[in-house]
């Protein structure tokens, strides 16, 4: 499918604001909108918002602009949020056990299936309803059920985790520890995030402006 | 400062990354790496890393590659991150819950000085040593104290947070809430983000590839 693969990731970043921006749309019953004022809410210019929404091949009615409700939906289809996705947790620290707890994530059709730690203290335990499992035992988890997604929480030994689910077969990992991954296998994707990183980009910017 | 502001936003987030990595680097005790193996470490080629290094003014000694510890001392310098910043919390939910409990975020170097609200139940609280107030008091805590950013984290009007937030100076906002927020004024900085963009990221390849 190497349509979805050519997609410019700061395409793809921006159809994921948009997501989001009719989401809050659509919650306040607004019914539709113009593409001016869309691209307006969601940072960039009404030419980039059509070229990027070209790829999801909706490209609203002239003089009455895009439904919310259904650009909404091609938006969801297109990045693959209409249906569900099994996630299992590497590594239970404070961000981990709060995802655990996250109604948000359920509610967006992400559900976490298992955890798993290296640390004795920690397997057996149930957060939420999660089991927390031993590392070792992934692969009769992962031929138990369907995981589509690892998240990667463990403070001290993140790597551990990235390599023993890459090594079962995940492809789609979302880091969240304090150390960065990158793969160049294109069938894997790798994002990383940590508040301290957003963060870096505000005192950057204000150090730069005062 | 037009030099700092002309950084492009791409480059920025690269350099973000190589702190993380060069950091992770100096936790393993690793004294010096070659420019091509902190390239791979960082997802990037060498000529990209070199020519974004450039902007920092650190460019490494031919044969011997670069140290980690002055790089990353340089890098955190250049981002800002060698000094201290205040925050303050915009509405009280788990995301922002966690954070005012975040250990993490005070070893980087963020404090939270002040929690805002327009919930009266949740008002009066003290979570982890801060207090909570009314949003209507904004201004006299600006006063009191030197607030640098606001971390957005109301689930039901984090437009009123955000607008009280710039009403009342701030320039740089964390905005975790489900609605992403943009703004044109180029003295204002908005980092938008959520776990469930991030998965949809990863959906999205998922989607594709399968």
């Given at each position: 499918m190497a349509k979805f693969k050519e997609l410019p990731e700061n395409t793809l970043h921006r159809l994921v604001i948009y997501l989001n921006v009719l989401d809050a749309l659509e919650k306040k019953k607004i019914e539709s909108i113009s593409s001016d004022d869309l691209a307006k809410r969601c940072g960039v210019n009404s030419a980039q918002l059509r070229k990027d929404l070209s790829f999801v091949g909706n490209l609203g009615t002239k003089?009455?602009?895009?439904s919310v409700k259904s650009l909404k939906y091609n938006l969801k289809k297109f990045l693959g949020r209409t249906q569900e996705w099994n996630l299992i947790l590497g590594g239970i620290s404070p961000v981990g056990e709060f995802l655990l707890h996250s109604k948000d994530l359920q509610r967006e059709g992400f559900y976490f299936m298992a955890a798993f730690e290296t640390r004795p203290e920690e397997i057996g335990k149930i957060i939420n309803g999660v089991s927390v499992y031993n590392l070792d035992q992934l692969g009769y988890v992962t031929k138990a059920i369907k995981v589509d997604m690892g998240v990667i929480t463990s403070e001290d030994k993140p790597e551990i985790f990235l390599e023993t689910f890459l090594q079962h077969g995940l492809k789609a990992i979302l880091n969240l520890s304090p150390t960065p991954f990158y793969t160049d296998n294109p069938d894997i994707k790798i994002e990383n995030f940590t508040f301290s990183m957003a963060l870096t980009k505000l005192s950057f910017f204000l150090k730069g402006s005062s």
């Amino acid at each position: 499918m190497a349509k979805f693969k050519e997609l410019p990731e700061n395409t793809l970043h921006r159809l994921v604001i948009y997501l989001n921006v009719l989401d809050a749309l659509e919650k306040k019953k607004i019914e539709s909108i113009s593409s001016d004022d869309l691209a307006k809410r969601c940072g960039v210019n009404s030419a980039q918002l059509r070229k990027d929404l070209s790829f999801v091949g909706n490209l609203g009615t002239k003089g009455v602009g895009y439904s919310v409700k259904s650009l909404k939906y091609n938006l969801k289809k297109f990045l693959g949020r209409t249906q569900e996705w099994n996630l299992i947790l590497g590594g239970i620290s404070p961000v981990g056990e709060f995802l655990l707890h996250s109604k948000d994530l359920q509610r967006e059709g992400f559900y976490f299936m298992a955890a798993f730690e290296t640390r004795p203290e920690e397997i057996g335990k149930i957060i939420n309803g999660v089991s927390v499992y031993n590392l070792d035992q992934l692969g009769y988890v992962t031929k138990a059920i369907k995981v589509d997604m690892g998240v990667i929480t463990s403070e001290d030994k993140p790597e551990i985790f990235l390599e023993t689910f890459l090594q079962h077969g995940l492809k789609a990992i979302l880091n969240l520890s304090p150390t960065p991954f990158y793969t160049d296998n294109p069938d894997i994707k790798i994002e990383n995030f940590t508040f301290s990183m957003a963060l870096t980009k505000l005192s950057f910017f204000l150090k730069g402006s005062s």
